[in-house]
Structure formats: C-alpha cells, structure tokens
C-alpha cells in the first residue's frame, strides 16, 4: 500500500534534482596503456559536491572508478583533481558552480604519475616537502617550557601554515609539469613556514636548498599556484618572500 | 576518444609490468652535479640580471622607440643621414651599444628559460639552447662591431 504522504516527500526532495554529465579520465594499466574518456549522466542535487557525484558514479553505476578521499571535507587534501581545466578539491566544489549545463571534466592532477583513474604517484611531491626539512629545528636543550612566540611573529607566517598537502598547487604549475624537477610551489610555502618562523633556527640551512637550480628560481611568476590554493593561500607572494630573502639575506 | 600516451623520451620507454604508467623521474635525486650551496649561484645572478636589465630596457628602449619612430618626423626621417649623425656622437654610441648587449642577453636568457621549461628531450634542449647561443654571440659580436667600426663616408 502506498503512503502518499511519502511520496510527496520524495517528489519535493527530488525536486530541483538535475542531469549533468560527468566527463572523467579514465586510465587503467591492467587493461590497456591508452586513456579514454568516459561520459556518465547521474541525476543530482547541483547543490551537491563533485566528490559526491563520484561516489554516486562509483557506487550506482562503475565500481572500478578509482579515486582518493579519506576526509570529504577539505582538511586531508586526498581529493585534489582537475576540474574543468582547473585544479581543485572535488569535496570543495559545489556542482550549481562549475556550470553542470555542459559535460563537467574531471581528470587527474598533472605533472604526476597517473598509476589510476583519478589516482597519481604523490611520492616526488612528498620527496620535494621532505627535502626542504619540514620540521621545527633547534640547537641547544630542550626548554622546559613552551617556545614562546609573539602574536605578531606568529602572524609573519601564518598564512603558509594553511597547506593541506592536496599537491593542487605544485601540480598547476607549468614548471613543475615539464620534468617534476622543480620543487613546485607547495615544498616552498611549508618552507616558508619555518623560514620565517621566530622558533626556527634552520632558515638559513632551507634558503641554500631552495637556491638551487631546481629551487625558487625556476619560478615564473604565474600566479596558477595561488588561484589552485583551495585553502586560498598567497602561494606566490609566499614564493617572492622566499626569493626576497635569499636575496636581501646575501646582498 | 583516446590519447595515445605512450610518447617515449629519450629514447627511454616509459612502460614495463611494473610500470605501467609513463614514469617520471623522482625530483631532488642527489647526484654529483647537486650544488652543495654557499652564497650565490647562477640561477639567482641570471633572476636578479632580469629584473635588473628589465628596469634599465625601459629607459633604453622607450627612448629608442620614441627618438626613432615618434619625435622629429617620425620614420620617415630615417635614414643613412640620420644614422651617421646620431652615431658621430659617443653618447648615442653608448646608448646603442648598451641597449644591445642588454637586450641581447636579457631577451637570450629570457628564452633560455622558454626552452628550460618547454623542451621536452634532452636532446631538443640542448641542440635548442646552442642555436639561441650561437644566434646571441653572432648578433652581438655583429652589432658591436658595426657601432665601432661605423664610416659614414662609405660609398
Ligand atoms: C622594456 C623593458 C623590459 C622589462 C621591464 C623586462 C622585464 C622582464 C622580466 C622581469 C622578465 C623575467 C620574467 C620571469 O622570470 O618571470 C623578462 C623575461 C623575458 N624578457 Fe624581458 N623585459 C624588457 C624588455 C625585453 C626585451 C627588449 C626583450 C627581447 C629582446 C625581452 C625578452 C624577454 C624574454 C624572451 C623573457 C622570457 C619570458 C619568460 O620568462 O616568460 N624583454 N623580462
Ligand atoms: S577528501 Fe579530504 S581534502 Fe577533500
């Protein structure tokens, strides 16, 4: 026996629902090295995520769509993806305002390995965030209480303690797209971090890293970081203080 | 659609059953060629020289640009005559001379990162970069020695 009150519950919830065509990259080495695109149509809420839309793909209609998010809320940075041209968190972005009128590309970040689907080799990007020293350096004992810091020193960098790690930065830069040698923006914002951290004693030592031939200097001045940050930090000015004080610290 | 991504480079082929994907070389490999630090290095005096020469090509070029095409006539006035009277003068000399050294290197080096960054064979860049190098010392070289060697009474 039908409820009718139940189904108008349903007709209103599903009432604003709309069709959009999710264009994503597909790339499986177990089946072939080409990649294809595949088009998938779900109905949605467009108020609803693009990382939503992908678990509706993934667990209504292709199994093996293959993706990282642990989160689902822009804290872990897994989901960093590249979404109509533009690199982006899919559990950050809201489907009524990427334009769901036309097929929404989704593909891999670039500049990465892909190993599948939506999934790339993060590791040179952490061997870049490993090799500028990503971590409080100190000489002497160990204080018996809390390293203490201004409120106005704590400020100087506040802005570079944002970064989640999502590589949607590092892998929108043109630089770092042609060899992965570069150490791309994000190695360089958690630098920043300590270089210009009161507590830190090791600046100097991550400077001469980041003056190397594949170091700040490779930077064009693009400004794709920064637009990439889903966590809108000032990636580029982050870079020109770096450069700024490679300079000033010389000279 | 499907884009073929099987593009080898350097004659390296990217795929094997344990990569099946193009791979990409780890960044930050220590190799011998790692500088060790210290001071300064080329990337940052080549930095540093852009900006620098960029500001000083403003002056240069701008007023090159209006001497020549704007004030007193526009092209029109150009000429022999006009060449051989700016270049009786040591200052003009100096100004040419500087605006194309500076010019010469900032526009070479400006390129020679194009190629750094675009260039996707090792072998592509490096016969790349020897082309812009032999075209720069061949314009300079060449235009060096035609400010100071310059006779206006030729026939
Ligand atoms: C008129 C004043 C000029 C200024 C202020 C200027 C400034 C600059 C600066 C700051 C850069 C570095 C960009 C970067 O590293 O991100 C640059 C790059 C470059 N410049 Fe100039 N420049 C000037 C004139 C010229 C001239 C006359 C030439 C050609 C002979 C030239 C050719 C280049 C090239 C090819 C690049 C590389 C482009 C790139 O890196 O994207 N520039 N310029
Ligand atoms: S899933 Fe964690 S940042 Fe999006």
Known sequence: MATPVMDKAQATAT????????????FNPEES???IWEDFQITIDPKERVLDALHKIKWDTDGTLTFRRSCAHGI????AMRINGR?????????KDINPDKPITVEPIKGLTVLKDLVVDMEPFFQAFRDVMPFL???GNEPTRERLQSAEDRERFDDTTKCILCAACTSSCPVFWNDGQYFGPAAIVNAHRFIFDSRDEAGEQRLEILNDKDGVWRCRTTFNCTDACPRGIEVTKAIQEVKRALITRRF | MSTD???AIDGVTLYDVDNPAPVIEPPRKRTKKTPKGGGTNFEMIAWLFMRLSGIVLVVLVIGHLLIQLVLDGGVSKIGFAFVAGRWASPWWQTWDLVMLWLAMLHGANGLRTVINDYAERDNTRFWLKMLLYTATVFTILLGTLVIFTFDPNIS
Do not use: W
């Open chain 1, 15 to 26: 009432a604003d629902y709309i069709t959009a065509t999710f264009r994503i990259r597909r």
């Open chain 1, 33 to 35: 090295d080409a990649v």
């Open chain 1, 76 to 79: 872990c940075g897994s989901d």
């Open chain 1, 87 to 95: 690199n982006r968190l899919a559990c950050k972005t809201l489907i």
């Open chain 1, 137 to 139: 350096v100190t000489e």
């Open chain 2, 5 to 7: 991504t099987s593009g």
